[in-house]
C-alpha cells in the first residue's frame, strides 16, 4: 500500500467474541468497551486481516447502507478505537 | 482466607493439576522459618484458620510440627491432601483435635493407600473431588463415607485451566453436562444424607433450574491467595501468571487480595460463555461469569495491523472541512 495511515493492535489489548457483540478490554488503561454490531463486526475483520475496501464493503453490506455512510461508520469506529488505546497509529502522514 | 502451599512436591500426577505452573519447576519446601513468616502474616490479616496445601502438603518434613506451630498460635487448622502421607504426618493427624483440625482429602478414583487414610482419620476427614470430565463417576464417594465414617459431605470442584498452562480442565462447554450428572448425583446423595459443598467456578446455569435452590448462591469467582513456599503471593494457583506479590511485613491479605482485585478488574467484564454478556443472572448478582481463568480462555489478542488508504481518508477529510465549515460535527454520528 501507498501513503495512508497504518494501525496496530497494541499487545495489552485483547478481545472477545459475546452472544450481543464483542467486548474490548485493555490492561494497560483498565478499561472496557462492548461493541454492538455493526461495529463489533469491523472490529472482527480487522482483526482477521481484512483490508480497509473489502470492510467497507462488507458493512455497506451487512448494515443495508450506502457505500459512502459505511466508509465514514468504519473511519469513525477506528478513530474512536485509536482514541481509546484499543489501536494505535503505527504512522501516518496527518 | 488465605492458602499456605508448604511444598511443591506431590507424588501424584493428576493431568488436571493447575498448581505446577505456578512453580515455575521449582521443587522445593517451606522452611520452618518462613511458615513462621507465614503465620505472621494470617495474625494480621485477621484469619483464624492455617489451610496447609501443595503440592502435597504432608510431604513437607517439617508436616506435623507446622500443624503444631499453627494450633499453638490458636488457629484452626485445614490440611488439603491427596491422602497418601507418611505414618509420621497421618499420625499427627490422627491425634489433632478433631474440632480444630480437619483434613480435605481429594480422590480421583479407588487409589492404592488412600483408603488407609481415611479408615484411620474418619470423621477428621472430608472428601473433595475435581471434576475434570463431564463424564465422571462420583457414586465411589458415597461408598468411601459409609465405610470409613467421614464427615458426610462432599467438596466438589471443577478443574480450572491455568492461565498460561497446559492442564487438563473442564472446559466451559462441558459444563452443562457436568452440572446435570452433579445434580442427578446431589440427589443420591441427600437421600443418604451426605451434603455438598461446591468449591469456587460454578455457575447456576451448568445446572437444571430445580437444582437451583440447593446450589446456593456458590462460591462465584473469589480467588484466595495462595502463598508458595518461596514467600511469593499469587491471587490463586490458575491466575498465578498474571501477577505475584511479595509477603512482605506489615501487609496483609486485604491489602493483596485488593491489588490483585485491581490487576483482574480489567477482565471481569468477560465470563465464561458468550451469553454471559446480558445474561439476567449475572446482572442481578447471582452469578459472576465463571472463573476468571476460564474466561480468559476466551480472550483473543493481537497483534494486528490495519491500513487505511490515502484516497479513503482524503474523502473523510473533505467531508471533516465541509463538515466544519457548515459548523456541524463529521463523521457518522451526526
Redo the contacts between chains.
Keep these: 500500500m501507498g501513503s495512508g495511515i497504518k494501525y496496530r493492535c497494541p499487545p495489552q489489548v485483547a478481545w472477545t467474541v459475546e452472544s450481543d457483540g464483542i467486548l474490548l478490554l485493555n490492561a494497560a488503561t483498565a478499561s472496557s468497551r462492548r461493541l454492538r454490531y455493526p461495529e463489533a463486526a469491523v472490529w472482527d475483520w480487522i482483526s482477521r486481516g481484512e483490508s480497509c475496501d473489502r470492510i467497507m464493503r462488507k458493512t455497506a453490506a451487512v448494515a443495508k447502507m450506502e457505500t459512502e455512510t459505511a466508509r465514514r461508520l468504519v473511519l469513525e469506529a477506528v478513530r474512536s478505537w485509536v482514541e481509546a488505546g484499543f489501536l494505535v497509529v503505527e504512522n501516518g502522514d496527518g | 482466607m488465605a492458602n499456605i502451599s508448604i511444598t511443591t512436591v506431590c507424588h501424584r500426577d493428576c493431568g488436571y493439576c493447575f498448581a505446577r505452573d505456578a512453580w515455575n519447576g521449582a521443587v522445593r519446601h517451606m522452611t520452618i522459618e518462613d511458615y513462621q513468616r507465614a503465620l505472621d502474616f494470617l495474625a494480621r490479616s485477621g484469619i483464624d484458620q492455617a489451610r496447609l496445601l501443595g503440592g502435597e502438603p504432608t510431604l513437607n518434613p517439617h508436616f506435623p510440627r507446622m500443624v503444631d506451630l499453627a494450633l499453638a498460635r490458636g488457629l484452626r487448622v485445614l490440611v488439603f491432601t491427596g491422602g497418601l502421607m507418611p505414618e509420621a504426618a497421618l499420625q499427627r493427624l490422627e491425634q489433632a483435635p478433631a474440632d480444630r483440625v480437619a483434613v480435605l482429602v481429594n480422590v480421583n478414583g479407588d487409589e492404592p493407600g488412600q483408603a488407609h487414610a481415611l479408615q484411620r482419620l474418619g470423621r477428621r476427614a472430608v472428601l473433595g473431588f475435581n471434576i475434570h470430565t463431564p463424564a465422571f463417576e462420583p457414586d465411589f464417594l458415597l461408598d468411601l463415607i459409609r465405610q470409613h465414617g467421614l464427615t458426610p459431605s462432599i467438596r466438589f470442584g471443577l478443574a480450572h485451566p491455568s492461565v498460561d498452562g497446559s492442564n487438563r480442565f473442564l472446559h466451559p462447554r462441558h459444563y452443562a453436562a457436568a452440572g446435570e450428572r452433579l445434580a442427578r448425583f446431589a440427589e443420591r446423595a441427600r437421600a443418604a444424607g451426605i451434603g455438598l459443598e461446591l468449591d469456587c467456578g460454578f455457575v447456576p446455569c451448568m445446572f437444571p433450574p430445580e437444582a437451583w435452590e440447593w446450589i446456593g448462591p456458590g462460591a462465584g469467582c473469589a480467588p484466595i491467595p495462595d502463598i508458595l513456599p518461596d514467600l511469593t503471593l499469587v491471587a490463586c494457583y490458575p491466575l498465578a501468571a498474571l501477577g505475584r506479590e511479595p509477603l512482605e511485613n506489615g501487609r496483609g491479605a486485604g491489602d493483596v487480595r485488593g491489588r490483585f482485585d485491581?490487576l483482574f478488574?480489567?477482565?471481569r467484564?468477560?465470563g465464561v460463555f458468550?451469553?454471559?454478556?446480558?445474561c439476567a443472572l449475572r446482572e442481578s448478582g447471582r452469578c459472576e461469569g465463571g472463573c476468571l481463568a476460564a474466561?480468559m480462555l476466551?480472550?483473543?489478542?493481537?497483534?494486528?495491523?490495519?491500513?487505511?488508504?490515502?484516497e479513503?481518508?482524503h474523502?473523510?477529510r473533505t467531508?471533516a472541512s465541509r463538515s466544519a465549515r457548515q459548523g456541524q460535527p463529521a463523521?457518522?454520528?451526526q
Design positions: 485491581a478488574a480489567v477482565y467484564p468477560a458468550r451469553a454471559c454478556s446480558g474466561a476466551r480472550l483473543r489478542r493481537g497483534p494486528f495491523e490495519f491500513s487505511v488508504a490515502e479513503r481518508l474523502e473523510q467531508e463523521g457518522f454520528h
